[in-house]
């Protein structure tokens, strides 16, 4: 069982950064594959950045591929997401998640444990 905190969401203008963190309990952490999915107002809950368990495989979305970079440090079971050059279509709730297994996947059905998600509103 892992149970997962975010935060560092906020209001920035478009073109700012802002670094994203997820804390997680449990003594297991480095066991786990672990991603951030976002989801604006009605819409799906789409795949943004996952790290695999040793943190030498990254995987990203077309849409943030050159602007975010996901990270992880097992030391503090924390699981970090950079976003930099921000744009107003990247607004949304951010949500870790992670996943007990080797594999990486980009679909959230597949990710079995979730943060409560933290805001970010990119302004114009």
């Known amino acids: 069982q892992v149970e997962l905190v975010e935060s560092g969401g906020g209001l920035v203008q478009a073109g700012g950064s802002l670094r994203l963190s997820c804390a997680a309990s449990g003594r297991t952490f480095s066991s786990y594959t672990m991603a951030w999915f976002r989801q604006a107002p009605g819409s799906e809950r789409l795949f943004v950045a996952a790290?695999?368990?040793?943190?030498?495989?990254?995987k990203y979305a077309d849409s943030v591929r050159g602007r975010f970079t996901i990270s992880r440090a097992d030391a503090k079971s924390t699981v970090y997401l950079q976003m930099n050059s921000l744009k107003p279509e990247d607004t949304a709730v951010y949500y870790c998640?992670?996943?007990?297994?080797?594999?990486?996947?980009?679909?959230?059905?597949?990710?079995?444990?979730w943060g409560q998600g933290t805001q970010v509103t990119v302004s114009s």
């Open positions: 790290v695999s368990r040793s943190g030498s495989i990254t």
């Open positions: 998640a992670g996943l007990g297994s080797g594999i990486i996947p980009r679909t959230a059905l597949q990710y079995a444990y």
